[in-house]
């Protein structure tokens, strides 16, 4: 390794003109205190480096080679354009030279145009027509005498007309052209028994709000006047005497956007009257409130119409295989059960908020419990009796709820909403949310939750919860609290409890294994965060639906959770196609590195690899509360950073002199926390630069932008270090003070941060920093070599996975060169788990000097740098893997690998402390054997949840497809089950609707047949093995029939 002079200083300078550069080097007399320490005797390649005016978050390491990229496919393609077309790439260029001719244009439409279009009248032919549509939405840019331009708007009667007065055109209403709309008779018939809307009726529709001239017909006295509207297409805003209506058009429109983009009904009846007149002149009347009202309407109908107008089928079966209700389930096998899981999750959003305005006398709740929310007089009768519950407590590793339940309480009507979802498929279920009136107690999420099971068979629950921990105990002690109609008749065994994987490390050690879906049989690939993915959607309406009163808030969230849920249904259509293809890909790769793993083990030990597979199904099998038993966990824990942080910021609040707790803004770990990150960072970039000897433009715009970032958090860091460790310069030796003199020209990831372990003195170090600075950061270096090392071991465990699989399966230069790329990335893992490690430990050194805590972070050379199955180098292998290198070989640090095969020195093997810190003594056997055992399960655990995942999907696929049949089926049923009591005219309009929704999805079910024919078919193959392990899955997504909905792209797993 070239270590770089530690005593030679340079500094770059550069001439005015920019072409000259001089770089003289001088010799630096080293500080004193470095020669006669300790400090510079151990580990002095690390020293060596750490002090050079070269000074780089490499630590001088040449180990890991730069890659000279090839031409190898990555499997991700960027093609560059052969010729550039300016008109489509470019679009604003080229309007740009035309914005004149535009302008004139649209000008030149403010007049009559040329005087073919204005001469004589576009319908009758008429001499000088002064009337045209505006905008010319109708009929182009034709004017008209009068009375044509009002008979054809007969049908279009709020459009808006434009009269040519001589040298301008002026607006004109319809109804001041004398336009009149009769109702119950078609367009241009005459009614003998007419009367008169009121003479300030008012049509709200696209083109703005105005007044319209309406009749309406009383040769029917049945026939209500409400009727008359809906069936021309207005919507009444009351149901007597109505005076302004809205048209269907404009609803749906608003309804769109109110669901994608939550704009209120405020914003856009504002919009339409700006659209209506913008000048203030004549201002358009103020229809809000009426508007408001018919969207109410509009949105409870439309879950009426959609359900089938109150039918009720018990849907029980229209998915399920045929004799399903006489599968004795105690008998069926273990890989087919698992398939009937009903998966929740729930949790509570408190962005959902509702104010105490107006009450349910004036806007009632209609349809209670017929929708999304729980059955609400039912709900109120059960919170009456529960007014003093506290709310839940919390795992102490998870405290959000509690800062959620103590906030923005006052005035609220509700605090927030709970909700339960598919945790499979992101729907919400039927009476499976409901409002909160204090925080997330349980009598709250208790009713919630066992509202929405009302509606389930299942076999096993398995419910996700953020405090599932938490939420497990006392739960059928609790569920007897509720009315006994709500109870559910199933085996307590087969309910479990578990934590979504995105919150479940935030929580204390023991839950990690009991509550993880990793762990836990037949989850497959399900994580449990779909709830929070869901809310997502929900929050943008949190600001509308604040001031609302409870009818309105009711209805207007039914409708978006029932949006949210139909373009969820359309969108899964591609995502469980994605899903398979994901879980057939990976699921064969990690079968392919488990069972090469597992092969290797059973050549030596095959009993004890039994005994943990047993132990792995009797894990999986139950419910657990703790992970004392579990196989997935080692027994040791040490204090990581993380734990280290929590530590030190109780300690650092202060205490005002009423003895509350106040937390400062900035505090010494804040500052320090600054500077390992951004450490941390300029080791990444600068392992990454030298890592590609030929960066591509993609690879050099990212780096420059991560130095660009970089540069941003060291003006903060100096910011900071101003304040902690002021005249900082004075204390520097002179090649330290030459390094910070030389900042402005360096790149980012060389600038040197000179926290307080780079100050060697200790009197120095202690002038130079605020009180206690160093001990805080002794105590976070501490953390971050014990983090380096955890790194540096999972680093070595997957290289070892990795070479295995590779040496085994692996043939061919195509194959050969893939598992190369894979292993290279791992190195590049492992190396910079090693120069963190020892940049960390080094720092260490100087502030705490030598101790006890030496026995557990010690000196770590390359030779250390093992995996468990690898023994140190000999001489003569470590000059062949040097000359491998210098031929452009993968740089890799570590041994040779012994386990599994006979080798040379086996006999003498001995493990790398770093497998047994903090221990006196040579590694025991039992320690080698916890730790194999851990990876052993961990990978079995990996294997079966992908493989469990492609059951899962297939049994999804195919319900999708039987739900599609079984609803074409029941809209058949329902398109006559009301003929002998309605007219003929309705009749025709129930079956016109049931014959639309029954071949919607008839054709969608085919196409589903057609589209995931081939996916299906990959996934049956890899249940059977007939794809030969280590052979590169290559599944197409999508066959080109019918097109592809996007709306699903964001589904991620959380793991």
Partial sequence: ????????????????????????????????????????????????????????????????????????????????????????????????????????????????????IYSTCGGCGARDPAYRCENQLCFGPSLFCKSCIVDRHAVAPTHWIQEWNGNRFERRSLASLGLVIQLGHPVGSYCPNSAAAHKDFVVIDVTGIQHVCVNFCHCDSDLEHRRQLMRVCWWPATARDPQ?????????????????????????????????????????????????????????????????????????????????????????????????????????????????????????????GCGYFVNWSDYSKHLRSHVSEEEISSCSGFQAMFLANKKRIKGLRTTGIAGVTCARHNMWIANGLGPLQWGERFCNVDFVLFSGLLHFIFLYLILSYDIGCQYGKNFWARMLDLPETMHIKSDRGKVWFKVPNFHLPAHQAQCHSAYSFHYMWGAGRSHGETVEQNWEFTNGAAASTKLMGPGSWFATLEDLFAFHNWRRQVSWRDILARRMAENVKEGQAHRDAFEAFDAALKEREPEMVES?????????????????????????????MRDIRLKLEKEELLRNGEGVEVEREDTPSTFLLLGLRIEDKQRHLTIDVKAVANPTEVQSLDFLKRRTAL?????SFRKLQRQYMPNLRRFLTTTQQAVWDSEVDRQAESVRLFMPSDIVDTEKRVRACALGLPAVEASLRTGEAREALDGLRNGLRTRTMTNRFRLRHCTGQRMLTRGQGILRQVNVKIHKAKLRYQYARNALLRLKGHGVWENELRVLDDGDVRALNERVLTAEEAEQRESINDYGGVAEEGGVELFGVVAAGEGRRKLSWIWYTNRSSDPSEPELVEALRVEWCKAYARMRRWDEDVVLVEEEMRRTIEYGHAMRRIWAERARARSATVSPELLEGLEAYAAEQGARERSTSEMLTRKWGGIREKGRAFRAREIDGGVEVIVPLDDGDGPVDRDGDDEEDDD
């Avoid at 550039?84 to 145009?113: C, F, K």
């Avoid at 009797?618 to 703790?626: A, G, I, Y």
């Avoid at 540069?711 to 003006?715: A, D, G, V, W």
Wanted: charged residues 25%; aromatic residues 10%.
């Fill in 1 to 116: 390794m070239h270590i770089h002079n530690p005593h030679i200083g340079q500094v770059v300078s550069v001439s005015a003109n920019g072409r000259n550069v001089s770089a003289p080097s001088h010799e630096v007399i080293p500080d004193a205190s470095l020669a006669s320490s300790a400090y510079g005797e151990e580990d002095p390649q690390t020293n060596a480096a750490v002090e050079s005016f070269d000074f780089s978050y490499d630590l001088g390491d040449t180990s890991l080679l730069a890659e000279i990229q090839g031409d190898e496919s990555d499997g991700i393609v960027l093609t560059a354009k052969r010729k550039v077309y300016q008109n489509s790439d470019y679009p604003m260029l080229t309007w740009a030279q035309h914005q004149d001719e535009y302008l004139d244009e649209m000008i030149r439409l403010e007049g009559r145009g040329y005087s073919a």
């Fill in 612 to 640: 943990w597979k047993k132990w792995v199904h009797q894990w999986e099998s139950r419910q657990h509360t703790n992970g004392i038993e579990s196989p997935f966990e080692v027994k040791e824990k040490v204090m990581s």
């Fill in 711 to 715: 540069l941003k958090e060291l003006r």
């Fill in 244 to 368: 302004t209506c809205a048209t269907f058009g404009v609803i749906r429109l608003f309804r769109l956007l109110n669901c994608v983009g939550k704009v209120t009904a405020h914003d856009f009846l504002r919009s339409l009257e700006f659209l209506t007149n913008n000048d203030g002149l004549t201002p358009a009347p103020d229809r809000r409130r009426a508007f408001r009202h018919i969207i109410r309407q509009y949105r409870t109908l439309l879950i009426m119409k959609r359900a089938g107008r109150g039918h009720d089928p018990s849907g029980a079966g229209m998915n399920l295989p045929d004799g399903w209700d006489k599968i004795n389930w105690d008998t069926m096998p273990e890989d087919l059960r698992y398939k009937y899981f009903l998966f929740l999750a729930q949790d509570s959003n408190f962005r959902m908020v509702n104010r105490n305005v107006s009450s349910e006398a004036k806007d009632p709740v209609l349809h209670d």
